[in-house]
């Protein structure tokens, strides 16, 4: 490998742009690296020879390249704008040639308000330089600009309105750079990382031109640090290279005073060693990149090296549950160890973490145990090899050590074996004869036996457990071997509850004696004596009773077999003779048996006829029966107890045998507190009688009558209760058979008894029980003239419910309280079911003030009459009726609407009221005229001199300056008949027409007779409304017709007043009444329609309610001329489309309003709308100020 030069393209096809690099002349060294700078740009780089050698090959061992890279060479580009064709990608292509001619290489804007270019890296980097290349003329294209450094993807946000927090300013650019130079800008002393770099022009309406933009950013940073070898003095280690290929890496350890120098390595390397450290030390690891004269921040970590092992392990303490220990510290660096003590079964662990303690207990182990402790150095996440020992735990000492066999010559002892781990025992026996020799036991065995002793004397036993090389604490115990045994007990004196006993002692060993006595009743309390003393009594015992004495002699703690013998004690008399069945001619006797033992009875009987053979009985009968006696003779009756070969003393009574009964017990006299019983006395052998009652829970004070009297009463008893009276026989000291009988007193009655739910068919009756004295039932019947129910419900009822009735009808309750065979007296009411509902209710008769209604009785079912209300206009009034049926309320209101109810009675029962509403007929009201008035508003005199001086003024011209409100207080109550429809009305004024057309939808409204069908269609909006059925709806459609002004309601007129002008400002009418076709009606109220359609169109309304006035008023004088009626005040006369008053002078008579005229009359028929003070002033000369009439 020698005379070579070094050369670096931008492509390997011909013509690509290259520089020569280096150039060699000679050979390398063998096995030697050479570097060679180089300041050359290009993608590939060739190395070939500068001399011809024929058949001569390359040999190479590695080749590294080591540039100073730059990250924007083809990556995505943008720009604000694209000019002359030149796509922001020329500025990144790796071609730095100034010359935009031919296409060229350089990147354009058009001019744009802020011009700007920007790469993607495609990752962030920690950005360290930019270079930018100016074309080759027209520098101002690159001038007066920043370069930053941005995360914000100027596809997402142009970098022109990105906010100062949103980048890094690398640099900044005032003046233009010169002519194809290229200038490089440090991005400062702070590294700066982004993914995106920009050129933004900082002046206005510029162009932004780039030939070359180049990003040199600074190596990446080493991937982490791992150690891959360590020891107590070394630490190897390793780590990965950046995404970048680079030269070498500095490699930095700190510690303590042992750290070595840093380490260049190369790349190719990546690991290092560092040898000569400090055990268990904590040291931190540093990895910077190298790249020519740029470097990566660090990579770091930190690690230990390996601590040394613990030495010289020891036991400073031990009992049979515990082990301490201690060791020496090593050198270097110690942070704490780990301690572990593996044993028996379990494994044992103790964390000491001062690196000043060396020492650890441990607790609850095992006694006489082998445990291996280890121990382990820590420091940091580092542990050093286990130092380790084996120690055994004491072990523990036996227990219980007790005597399983002895004899008067020989021990055997036995002992429990201790917890833990056990070798063997050593047992050793010493007495008062000396020591005997020690005996030595295995694990397994727990026994010993020494022979040869002495009786009677006391040893001390001894034994210690044995572990490896440790011994427990010795256990002692102290025994005594057997004594001898006494002979020939005898009793000296005995009696029903003692024995004395004696014997005679043993040959030799004697301490003393226990003697103890065991019978049917049990062990009695040992006696002890000592050895000088050979006798003892016993008291307390059970007579006629076989007891066992047993006498043991007694050395030390041990006693001697038993030497027994068995003795009766006399048996003990009878007691409580007494005869449990007798008759007129026999005795049966019984008695208690005495305490203690017995094993037969000897009975005797003896009497004023003589002696009875004696009975001999065993111990369990103890009874004797003795026929053929004498009726109503006292007898002596004598037992002796018999018990072994004892006998008791004799025990005697005497008795009488039995007379006759009574028959047939019965109640002469009862109430609810007090029952008199009589009987029939026995033929004979009564001397008198006991009498007693039980019941109520308890028994009563017994009554005794003589032979005489065979009757007995008893007060204070319990109403409805059950008595049982018992009647005896009295015969010297004995009482007959007793004869009962069972009785009932009465019971108390039920209260109030009164009806809880009355229906048309059912009734549910209750009651209140007695508040005193019992009773099993109830009786309750349900009586009409024809039916008898009957019900029977237990005592806790006090409910019943009957059923299948009949709906208003009388019934007769009665209720009886049970007890036994016995009731008490009869509770009774009258009840009624409620009657079913009246039918058919209608209206018969009606006047201004009064309602006649009628209705018919209910299909089924009785009644008593009828309950009638009527509620309406705050008035409530009630009648009663009967089979006529028909009611008839006065002193009501006209027009008024009214709810009747009636509903059937039948006693205290009522039905469900049938109701109806009714309306009273309407009070003909006479209406008062209509009222317009206005305040003086201001003159006109041209007005007033055009009417007081032309006669053959146009009035109309007049009229259409009329302005004037209508405000109209209307409400409704009731309506009869039928209102006018009035079609076709047209009103003109002046240039004004407005067409109505008033057809009011179907509308119902009640009268005597039912409801009355009006038709109405007013076609306005749709309105709703209430009136007495509910809601009405009323269809209402609005059609003008040539309106040529936008206030085409509003009017002005000039009327004269007093020689005053002015503006009309308030019509005020209330229609009263309505009449049609002679029918008088009359209204207290307006029609809902009409309240609602004049407020909501203000103005228009006055208009249609002007034109329903002049079409009724049309009507109403046709009806008067039909009548040739006249009107009581002057009057407005009818003329061919005139309109003019009768008191006018003809210059006056003109045409006012065109169309037909208005009539007004009053005949005592209403012809039209009825009005409230209706008063319409005009000037004197036209209507003398008056009132125009009754409308």
Same mark, same amino acid.
């Given at each position: 490998?020698?005379?070579?030069?070094?050369?670096?393209?931008?492509?390997?096809?011909?013509?690509?742009?290259?520089?020569?690099?280096?150039?060699?002349?000679?050979?390398?060294?063998?096995?030697?690296?050479?570097?060679?700078?180089?300041?050359?740009?290009?993608?590939?780089?060739?190395?070939?020879?500068?001399?011809?050698?024929?058949?001569?090959?390359?040999?190479?061992?590695?080749?590294?390249?080591?540039?100073?890279?730059?990250?924007?060479?083809?990556?995505?580009?943008?720009?604000?704008?694209?000019?002359?064709?030149?796509?922001?990608?020329?500025?990144?292509?790796?071609?730095?040639?100034?010359?935009?001619?031919?296409?060229?290489?350089?990147?354009?804007?058009?001019?744009?308000?802020?011009?700007?270019?920007?790469?993607?890296?495609?990752?962030?980097?920690?950005?360290?330089?930019?270079?930018?290349?100016?074309?080759?003329?027209?520098?101002?294209?690159?001038?007066?600009?920043?370069?930053?450094?941005?995360?914000?993807?100027?596809?997402?946000?142009?970098?022109?309105?990105?906010?100062?927090?949103?980048?890094?300013?690398?640099?900044?650019?005032?003046?233009?750079?010169?002519?194809?130079?290229?200038?490089?800008?440090?991005?400062?002393?702070?590294?700066?990382?982004?993914?995106?770099?920009?050129?933004?022009?900082?002046?206005?309406?510029?162009?932004?031109?780039?030939?070359?933009?180049?990003?040199?950013?600074?190596?990446?940073?080493?991937?982490?640090?791992?150690?891959?070898?360590?020891?107590?003095?070394?630490?190897?280690?390793?780590?990965?290279?950046?995404?970048?290929?680079?030269?070498?890496?500095?490699?930095?350890?700190?510690?303590?005073?042992?750290?070595?120098?840093?380490?260049?390595?190369?790349?190719?390397?990546?690991?290092?060693?560092?040898?000569?450290?400090?055990?268990?030390?904590?040291?931190?690891?540093?990895?910077?990149?190298?790249?020519?004269?740029?470097?990566?921040?660090?990579?770091?970590?930190?690690?230990?090296?390996?601590?040394?092992?613990?030495?010289?392990?020891?036991?400073?303490?031990?009992?049979?549950?515990?082990?301490?220990?201690?060791?020496?510290?090593?050198?270097?660096?110690?942070?704490?160890?780990?301690?572990?003590?593996?044993?028996?079964?379990?494994?044992?662990?103790?964390?000491?973490?001062?690196?000043?303690?060396?020492?650890?207990?441990?607790?609850?182990?095992?006694?006489?145990?082998?445990?291996?402790?280890?121990?382990?150095?820590?420091?940091?996440?580092?542990?050093?090899?286990?130092?380790?020992?084996?120690?055994?735990?004491?072990?523990?000492?036996?227990?219980?050590?007790?005597?399983?066999?002895?004899?008067?010559?020989?021990?055997?002892?036995?002992?429990?074996?201790?917890?833990?781990?056990?070798?063997?025992?050593?047992?050793?026996?010493?007495?008062?004869?000396?020591?005997?020799?020690?005996?030595?036991?295995?694990?397994?065995?727990?026994?010993?036996?020494?022979?040869?002793?002495?009786?009677?004397?006391?040893?001390?036993?001894?034994?210690?457990?044995?572990?490896?090389?440790?011994?427990?604490?010795?256990?002692?115990?102290?025994?005594?071997?057997?004594?001898?045994?006494?002979?020939?007990?005898?009793?000296?004196?005995?009696?029903?509850?003692?024995?004395?006993?004696?014997?005679?002692?043993?040959?030799?060993?004697?301490?003393?004696?226990?003697?103890?006595?065991?019978?049917?009743?049990?062990?009695?309390?040992?006696?002890?004596?000592?050895?000088?003393?050979? =006798?003892?009594? /016993? *008291?307390?015992?059970? &007579?006629?009773? #076989?007891? $066992?004495? !047993? +006498?043991?002699?007694? %050395?030390? @703690?041990?006693?001697?077999?038993?030497?027994?013998?068995?003795?009766?004690?006399?048996?003990?008399?009878?007691?409580?003779?007494?005869?449990?069945?007798?008759?007129?001619?026999?005795?049966?006797?019984?008695?208690?048996?005495?305490?203690?033992?017995?094993?037969?009875?000897?009975?005797?009987?003896?009497?004023?006829?003589?002696?009875?053979?004696?009975?001999?009985?065993?111990?369990?009968?103890? =009874?004797?029966? /003795? *026929?053929?006696?004498? &009726?109503?003779? #006292?007898? $002596?009756? !004598? +037992?002796?107890?018999? %018990?072994? @070969?004892?006998?008791?003393?004799?025990?005697?009574?005497?008795?009488?045998?039995?007379?006759?009964?009574?028959?047939?017990?019965?109640?002469?006299?009862?109430?609810?507190?007090?029952?008199?019983?009589?009987?029939?006395?026995?033929?004979?052998?009564?001397?008198?009688?006991?009498?007693?009652?039980?019941?109520?829970?308890?028994?009563?004070?017994?009554?005794?009558?003589?032979?005489?009297?065979? =009757?007995?009463? /008893? *007060?204070?008893?319990? &109403?409805?209760? #059950?008595? $049982?009276? !018992? +009647?005896?026989?009295? %015969?010297? @000291?004995?009482?007959?058979?007793?004869?009962?009988?069972?009785?009932?007193?009465?019971?108390?009655?039920?209260?109030?008894?009164?009806?809880?739910?009355?229906?048309?068919?059912?009734?549910?009756?209750?009651?209140?029980?007695?508040?005193?004295?019992?009773?099993?039932?109830?009786?309750?019947?349900?009586?009409?003239?024809?039916?008898?129910?009957?019900?029977?419900?237990?005592?806790?009822?006090? =409910?019943?419910? /009957?059923?299948?009735?009949? &709906?208003?009808? #009388?019934? $007769?309750?009665?209720?009886?309280?049970? %007890?036994? @065979?016995?009731?008490?007296?009869?509770?009774?009411?009258?009840?009624?079911?409620?009657?079913?509902?009246?039918?058919?209710?209608?209206?018969?008769?009606?006047?201004?003030?009064?309602?006649?209604?009628?209705?018919?009785?209910?299909?089924?079912?009785?009644?008593?009459?009828?309950?009638?209300?009527?509620?309406?206009?705050?008035?409530?009034?009630?009648?009663?009726?009967?089979?006529?049926?028909?009611?008839?309320?006065?002193?009501?209101?006209?027009?008024?609407?009214?709810?009747?109810?009636?509903?059937?009675?039948?006693?205290?029962?009522?039905?469900?009221?049938?109701?109806?509403?009714?309306?009273?007929?309407?009070?003909?009201?006479?209406?008062?005229?209509?009222?317009?008035?206005?305040?003086?508003?201001?003159?006109?005199?041209?007005?007033?001199?055009?009417?007081?001086?032309?006669?053959?003024?146009?009035?109309?011209?007049?009229?259409?300056?009329?302005?004037?409100?209508?405000?109209?207080?209307?409400?409704?109550?009731?309506?009869?008949?039928?209102?006018?429809?009035?079609?076709?009305?047209?009103?003109?004024?002046?240039?004004?027409?407005?067409?109505?057309?008033?057809?009011?939808?179907?509308?119902?409204?009640?009268?005597?007779?039912?409801?009355?069908?009006?038709?109405?269609?007013?076609?306005?909006?749709?309105?709703?409304?209430?009136?007495?059925?509910?809601?009405?709806?009323?269809?209402?459609?609005?059609?003008?017709?040539?309106?040529?002004?936008?206030?085409?309601?509003?009017?002005?007129?000039?009327?004269?007043?007093?020689?005053?002008?002015?503006?009309?400002?308030?019509?005020?009418?209330?229609?009263?009444?309505?009449?049609?076709?002679?029918?008088?009606?009359?209204?207290?109220?307006?029609?809902?329609?009409?309240?609602?359609?004049?407020?909501?169109?203000?103005?228009?309304?006055?208009?249609?309610?002007?034109?329903?006035?002049?079409?009724?008023?049309?009507?109403?004088?046709?009806?008067?001329?039909?009548?040739?009626?006249?009107?009581?005040?002057?009057?407005?006369?009818?003329?061919?489309?005139?309109?003019?008053?009768?008191?006018?002078?003809?210059?006056?008579?003109?045409?006012?309003?065109?169309?037909?005229?208005?009539?007004?009359?009053?005949?005592?028929?209403?012809?039209?709308?009825?009005?409230?003070?209706?008063?319409?002033?005009?000037?004197?000369?036209?209507?003398?100020?008056?009132?125009?009439?009754?409308?």
């Amino acid at each position: 490998m020698c005379n070579f030069e070094i050369e670096v393209l931008m492509g390997l096809e011909s013509g690509a742009a290259s520089k020569i690099c280096a150039n060699r002349s000679g050979c390398p060294d063998l096995s030697k690296t050479e570097t060679y700078p180089c300041d050359a740009f290009g993608r590939y780089l060739k190395i070939r020879r500068t001399s011809d050698v024929d058949n001569v090959g390359f040999q190479l061992c590695e080749v590294e390249v080591f540039a100073k890279l730059n990250v924007a060479l083809l990556r995505p580009t943008f720009q604000s704008s694209v000019g002359q064709s030149c796509g922001p990608t020329l500025a990144v292509d790796g071609n730095a040639a100034s010359s935009m001619e031919d296409g060229g290489s350089c990147s354009a804007t058009n001019t744009d308000a802020k011009s700007w270019w920007a790469v993607d890296l495609e990752v962030v980097y920690n950005i360290r330089e930019v270079s930018v290349t100016q074309r080759d003329q027209n520098v101002e294209n690159l001038a007066h600009f920043i370069v930053a450094v941005t995360d914000v993807s100027p596809s997402d946000t142009s970098p022109a309105v990105l906010g100062a927090s949103q980048y890094s300013v690398c640099a900044t650019q005032e003046n233009a750079i010169p002519v194809s130079e290229t200038k490089t800008f440090v991005c400062g002393s702070t590294d700066i990382f982004g993914r995106y770099v920009f050129i933004l022009s900082t002046g206005s309406n510029t162009k932004l031109v780039l030939c070359e933009f180049e990003v040199f950013v600074a190596p990446g940073p080493p991937g982490d640090i791992v150690v891959s070898a360590r020891s107590s003095s070394s630490l190897a280690v390793e780590w990965d290279g950046p995404s970048v290929r680079v030269k070498e890496y500095n490699v930095i350890l700190e510690g303590d005073s042992n750290a070595p120098p840093a380490q260049i390595i190369k790349d190719s390397k990546r690991r290092a060693t560092f040898n000569s450290l400090s055990a268990g030390t904590e040291y931190t690891v540093r990895v910077v990149t190298l790249g020519g004269d740029q470097q990566s921040v660090s990579s770091e970590n930190k690690f230990y090296t390996t601590p040394e092992t613990a030495e010289n392990i020891t036991v400073s303490a031990r009992s049979p549950s515990s082990l301490s220990m201690e060791w020496s510290a090593p050198s270097g660096g110690v942070k704490g160890y780990n301690i572990t003590l593996d044993g028996d079964v379990s494994a044992y662990t103790s964390e000491a973490r001062d690196e000043n303690i060396t020492k650890a207990t441990f607790n609850g182990l095992s006694a006489g145990t082998e445990y291996t402790v280890r121990v382990v150095t820590l420091s940091g996440d580092q542990q050093s090899e286990t130092a380790e020992n084996k120690f055994y735990t004491t072990p523990g000492k036996v227990e219980n050590i007790v005597a399983s066999a002895r004899s008067l010559s020989s021990l055997t002892v036995v002992w429990g074996a201790p917890s833990g781990g056990v070798n063997g025992y050593t047992v050793t026996l010493e007495g008062n004869d000396g020591a005997h020799p020690a005996e030595v036991r295995d694990e397994k065995t727990t026994k010993a036996t020494f022979n040869s002793l002495s009786a009677g004397t006391e040893y001390n036993v001894r034994v210690v457990t044995l572990s490896g090389d440790q011994q427990s604490e010795t256990t002692e115990n102290k025994f005594y071997t057997k004594p001898g045994k006494v002979e020939n007990i005898v009793v000296s004196a005995r009696s029903p509850s003692s024995l004395t006993f004696g014997w005679n002692a043993p040959s030799s060993g004697v301490k003393g004696y226990t003697v103890t006595l065991e019978g049917d009743d049990g062990a009695h309390p040992a006696e002890e004596r000592d050895n000088s003393t050979r =006798t003892a009594t /016993f *008291n307390g015992l059970s &007579a006629g009773t #076989e007891y $066992t004495v !047993r +006498v043991v002699t007694l %050395s030390g @703690d041990q006693q001697s077999a038993n030497v027994e013998n068995k003795f009766y004690t006399k048996p003990g008399m009878v007691e409580n003779i007494v005869v449990p069945a007798r008759s007129p001619s026999s005795l049966t006797f019984g008695w208690d048996a005495p305490s203690g033992g017995v094993k037969g009875y000897t009975v005797t009987l003896e009497g004023a006829d003589g002696a009875h053979p004696a009975e001999a009985r065993v111990e369990s009968a103890r =009874t004797a029966t /003795f *026929n053929d006696l004498s &009726a109503g003779t #006292e007898y $002596t009756v !004598r +037992v002796v107890t018999l %018990s072994g @070969d004892q006998e008791s003393e004799t025990a005697g009574n005497k008795f009488y045998t039995k007379s006759g009964k009574v028959e047939n017990i019965v109640v002469s006299v009862r109430s609810s507190s007090s029952l008199t019983f009589g009987w029939n006395a026995p033929s004979s052998g009564a001397k008198g009688y006991a009498i007693t009652l039980e019941g109520d829970g308890g028994a009563h004070p017994a009554e005794e009558r003589d032979n005489s009297t065979t =009757t007995a009463t /008893f *007060n204070g008893l319990s &109403a409805g209760t #059950e008595y $049982t009276v !018992r +009647v005896v026989t009295l %015969s010297g @000291d004995q009482r007959n058979e007793t004869v009962e009988n069972k009785f009932y007193t009465n019971p108390y009655p039920a209260q109030n008894l009164n009806v809880l739910v009355s229906t048309v068919s059912s009734l549910i009756l209750t009651w209140d029980a007695p508040d005193v004295g019992g009773l099993t039932k109830y009786r309750v019947t349900l009586k009409s003239d024809n039916t008898v129910k009957t019900q029977t419900p237990d005592k806790d009822t006090t =409910t019943v419910v /009957f059923i299948g009735l009949t &709906a208003g009808t #009388e019934y $007769t309750a009665g209720l009886v309280t049970l %007890s036994g @065979d016995q009731q008490s007296a009869k509770v009774e009411d009258v009840v009624y079911t409620i009657p079913n509902t009246a039918r058919n209710l209608t209206l018969t008769n009606q006047t201004l003030d009064s309602l006649t209604v009628k209705w018919d009785a209910p299909e089924v079912g009785g009644l008593t009459g009828y309950n009638v209300t009527l509620a309406g206009d705050s008035t409530f009034q009630t009648q009663t009726a009967g089979n006529d049926k028909t009611v008839t309320f006065t002193g009501l209101k006209a027009g008024a609407e009214y709810i009747v109810g009636v509903a059937a009675v039948s006693g205290n029962q009522r039905s469900t009221a049938v109701e109806g509403k009714f309306y009273t007929r309407i009070t003909l009201r006479t209406p008062r005229g209509a009222c317009i008035s206005w305040n003086p508003h201001h003159h006109k005199s041209e007005y007033r001199d055009t009417l007081a001086d032309t006669s053959t003024k146009d009035y109309k011209e007049m009229a259409a300056k009329v302005e004037f409100e209508v405000r109209l207080a209307y409400s409704r109550s009731a309506v009869n008949g039928h209102i006018v429809a009035v079609t076709n009305i047209v009103f003109s004024q002046g240039s004004v027409k407005v067409d109505y057309k008033l057809e009011l939808d179907t509308v119902f409204f009640p009268n005597s007779q039912g409801s009355v069908k009006v038709d109405y269609k007013l076609e306005l909006d749709t309105v709703f409304f209430p009136n007495s059925q509910g809601s009405v709806k009323v269809d209402y459609k609005l059609e003008l017709d040539t309106v040529s002004t936008t206030e085409a309601l509003k009017k002005e007129m000039v009327e004269y007043v007093d020689g005053h002008s002015g503006f009309v400002s308030e019509l005020q009418i209330n229609p009263n009444s309505i009449t049609y076709d002679g029918k008088r009606t009359s209204t207290n109220d307006m029609p809902p329609w009409l309240i609602v359609a004049l407020p909501v169109f203000g103005c228009l309304g006055i208009i249609v309610f002007l034109a329903l006035l002049v079409g009724l008023a049309s009507r109403r004088r046709k009806l008067r001329e039909d009548r040739d009626e006249s009107p009581r005040h002057g009057r407005w006369s009818r003329g061919e489309h005139m309109l003019w008053h009768q008191d006018d002078p003809p210059q006056r008579q003109k045409t006012l309003i065109g169309g037909r005229g208005l009539g007004v009359y009053n005949d005592g028929y209403t012809r039209a709308f009825g009005c409230e003070k209706v008063i319409f002033r005009l000037t004197p000369s036209i209507c003398n100020v008056h009132t125009l009439g009754d409308i």
